[in-house]
């Protein structure tokens, strides 16, 4: 992504902020639109709510409905997913003995929305364990189809889960769960701008490079159908909590790590704030705080200087354990850039 797209957004720039999918960012027209709305709100709150409400809400729908595909007529805004997830699931008629499918890919809100409906409606909630990984998009479909049943009425899944960040099959499974008349619920929390409108690859760059670092096995095939601008990656530790305060302390990095299974999940999210270099820093703090903990220490070395993470990918340069060099070697592989260039020790910039 371009440095010119940052500017657009009001980030700390002493901070790698790599967890839009948690709570992005907003960008700085959108901040200052909804501030003026606020305003014009506060100067005349009869005027706004009691007369002008719906008209702005009717145009605000087309714009939205004009962006997603759909009818105005069939949008509702609301104050998040989770709302709008309460909302579809408490308006369904479960009946005792009625069954709704779902995955163990679930966002936690979610999750126990259902699971709290279903216990006082006297219905099952069925979490389908998703194999990981994940062989294609016809043998995930397969393995929550062989679920259900003739008392299932509500299908509830993920376009794009939270823990492992895959794209799963919806169209499908919602062709099949409409032919079945089964009421299907989506979770599309990512999925708005991610898909179809996968604009960018830092999303792959993160995957691909994490792999290469040895990080853990991937959770899916490669390629755009499994992912787009969040990936997991699996870290070959037990103290996902740990690694994540030592990114967060020692590398400036703000990215979770998702206990899920047996896992723990390096979860990336990225968006139009992010460069290339706010990749790097991650491939090389991350290298640095598995080589400390294969050596039997809980900590990654200290950050020495420099307000950013650029610096810490700069001391991993320097830094001469083997994880380190195989992943130098594998960047100097691609980049094609000869040794003396690319090992030089740039200065820190203010932001990449
Ligand atoms: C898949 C999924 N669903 C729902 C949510 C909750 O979103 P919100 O905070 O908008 O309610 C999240 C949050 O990260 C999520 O990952």
């Given at each position: 992504?371009?440095?010119?797209?940052?500017?657009?957004?009001?980030?700390?720039?002493?901070?790698?902020?790599?967890?839009?999918?948690?709570?992005g960012?907003?960008p700085?027209?959108?901040?200052?639109?909804?501030?003026?709305?606020?305003?014009e709100?506060?100067?005349q709150?009869?005027?706004?709510?009691g007369?002008?409400?719906?008209?702005?809400?009717?145009e605000?729908?087309?714009?939205?409905?004009?962006?997603?595909?759909?009818?105005?007529?069939?949008?509702v805004?609301?104050s998040?997913?989770t709302m709008?997830?309460?909302?579809?699931?408490?308006s369904?008629?479960?009946a005792?003995?009625?069954?709704v499918?779902?995955t163990?890919q679930e966002?936690?809100?979610?999750?126990?929305?259902?699971?709290?409906?279903?216990?006082?409606?006297?219905a099952?909630?069925i979490q389908?364990?998703?194999p990981?990984?994940?062989?294609?998009?016809?043998h995930?479909?397969?393995?929550?189809?062989?679920?259900?049943?003739?008392?299932?009425?509500?299908?509830?899944?993920?376009h794009?889960?939270s823990?492992?960040?895959l794209?799963?099959?919806v169209?499908e499974?919602?062709?099949?769960?409409r032919?079945?008349?089964?009421?299907s619920?989506?979770d599309?929390?990512?999925?708005?701008?991610?898909?179809?409108?996968?604009?960018?690859?830092l999303?792959?760059?993160?995957?691909?490079?994490?792999?290469?670092?040895g990080?853990?096995?991937?959770?899916?095939p490669?390629?755009?159908?499994?992912?787009?601008?969040?990936v997991?990656?699996?870290?070959p530790l037990?103290?996902?909590?740990?690694?994540?305060r030592?990114?967060r302390?020692?590398?400036?990095?703000?990215?979770?790590?998702?206990?899920?299974?047996?896992m723990q999940?390096?979860?990336v999210?990225?968006?139009?704030?992010?460069?290339?270099?706010?990749?790097?820093?991650?491939?090389?703090?991350?290298?640095?705080?598995?080589?400390a903990?294969?050596q039997?220490?809980?900590t990654?070395?200290?950050?020495?200087?420099?307000?950013?993470?650029?610096?810490s990918c700069h001391?991993v340069l320097?830094?001469?354990c083997?994880?380190?060099?195989?992943?130098?070697?594998?960047?100097?592989?691609?980049s094609g850039?000869?040794?003396?260039?690319?090992d030089?020790?740039?200065?820190?910039s203010?932001?990449?």
């Open positions: 992504m371009s440095v010119a797209l940052r500017e657009f957004f009001l980030l700390r720039p002493d901070v790698v902020f790599l967890n839009h999918g948690s709570f960012a907003c700085r027209p959108v901040f200052e639109a909804y501030q003026r709305w606020q305003r709100l506060e100067g709150p009869v005027e706004f709510l007369r002008r409400f719906p008209g702005l809400m009717a605000a729908r087309r714009a939205l409905a004009e962006y997603v595909g759909a009818d105005p007529d069939d949008l805004y609301v998040n997913a709008g997830i309460n909302i579809a699931a408490r369904l008629p479960l005792p003995g009625d069954e499918l779902s163990d966002y936690g809100a979610a999750e126990r929305t259902w699971r709290f409906l279903c216990e006082r409606r006297g099952r909630f389908a364990e998703i990981v990984p994940a062989a294609s998009h016809e995930v479909t397969d393995t929550l189809w062989a679920q259900v049943s003739p008392r299932t009425r509500v299908l509830f899944i993920s794009v889960t823990p492992s960040a794209i799963l099959p169209v499974l919602v062709r099949r769960a032919a079945a008349g089964i009421i619920v989506i599309g929390a990512h999925a708005v701008g991610q898909i179809p409108l996968n604009l960018d690859t999303g792959a760059d993160a995957r691909a490079g994490l792999l290469a670092l990080a853990g096995p991937a959770l899916s490669d390629g755009p159908a499994w992912y787009a601008q969040m997991s990656v699996p870290l037990s103290d996902g909590e740990g690694a994540q030592r990114l302390e020692d590398f400036a990095i703000e990215v979770p790590i998702v206990a899920w299974r047996q999940l390096l979860r999210s990225v968006q139009g704030y992010n460069t290339k270099s706010d990749i790097e820093a991650l491939f090389a703090a991350t290298a640095r705080i598995l080589e903990r294969a039997g220490s809980p990654a070395p200290r950050r020495v200087s420099g307000p950013r993470a650029e610096s001391g320097r830094c001469d083997p994880r380190a060099r195989r992943h130098g070697q594998r960047r100097r592989r691609a850039r000869p040794r003396a260039a690319r030089r020790v740039r200065p820190p203010p932001r990449a």
